[in-house]
């Protein structure tokens, strides 16, 4: 105990720190779960799918052809309030962006309409790719034009 107040007196800015990120951390996780929002894990995901979950992959039209979850509808985040009606309330909704930021926007709106069982992605695609999880890409078709 006295080493730790020895320290403490010694090192009192690098304490001060300490408790200073420690109670911005606890703050806006006490934050983030009074807001509402529910980011899953890759692992949680695929449980979810496995359930006849609803995959919503907000990126645009290239990214979503470059790899998507297997049978995520594709709606591009500028298009979501015009073509969320499309969305049925009945089944859990897991929506998905690159990083993560732009699906917890999602997941809010959702909630505010009724969808209680609306989730982001943690960490968005990138998350999904590191967890070693399937991508499925669009094959591209390329027409083919005449040579003048």
Same mark, same amino acid.
Not at 13 to 18: E, H, K, P, R, T
Not at 73 to 79: G, L
Not at 85 to 94: A, I
Not at 106 to 115: D, K, P, Y
């Given at each position: 105990?006295?080493?730790?107040?020895?320290?403490?007196?010694?090192?009192?800015?690098?304490?001060?720190?300490?408790?200073?990120?420690?109670?911005?951390?606890?703050?806006?996780?006490?934050?983030?779960?009074?807001?509402?929002? &529910?980011?899953?894990?890759?692992?949680?995901?695929?449980?979810?799918?496995?359930?006849?979950?609803?995959?919503?992959?907000?990126?645009?039209?290239?990214?979503?052809?470059?790899?998507?979850?297997?049978?995520?509808?594709?709606?591009?985040?500028?298009?979501?309030?015009?073509?969320?009606?499309?969305?049925?309330?009945?089944?859990?909704? &897991?929506?998905?962006?690159?990083?993560?930021?732009?699906?917890?926007? &999602?997941?809010?709106?959702?909630?505010?309409?009724?969808?209680?069982?609306?989730?982001?992605?943690?960490?968005?695609?990138?998350?999904?790719?590191?967890?070693?999880?399937?991508? &499925?890409?669009?094959?591209?078709?390329?027409?083919?034009?005449?040579?003048?």
């Amino acid at each position: 105990m006295d080493q730790i107040l020895e320290f403490t007196g010694n090192h009192m800015l690098l304490v001060l720190a300490l408790m200073i990120s420690f109670f911005v951390l606890i703050f806006s996780e006490l934050r983030r779960k009074a807001s509402g929002l &529910v980011a899953i894990a890759p692992g949680e995901a695929v449980a979810l799918i496995n359930n006849d979950a609803t995959i919503l992959d907000l990126r645009n039209a290239e990214a979503f052809a470059r790899g998507h979850i297997v049978n995520a509808k594709n709606i591009p985040f500028d298009e979501f309030d015009s073509k969320k009606d499309s969305l049925s309330k009945s089944t859990p909704v &897991v929506a998905v962006c690159d990083t993560g930021i732009n699906s917890n926007k &999602v997941v809010a709106l959702l909630r505010q309409s009724g969808f209680e069982s609306a989730y982001g992605l943690k960490g968005g695609m990138g998350a999904w790719g590191q967890a070693g999880l399937p991508v &499925v890409t669009a094959k591209k078709t390329r027409s083919k034009g005449k040579k003048k």
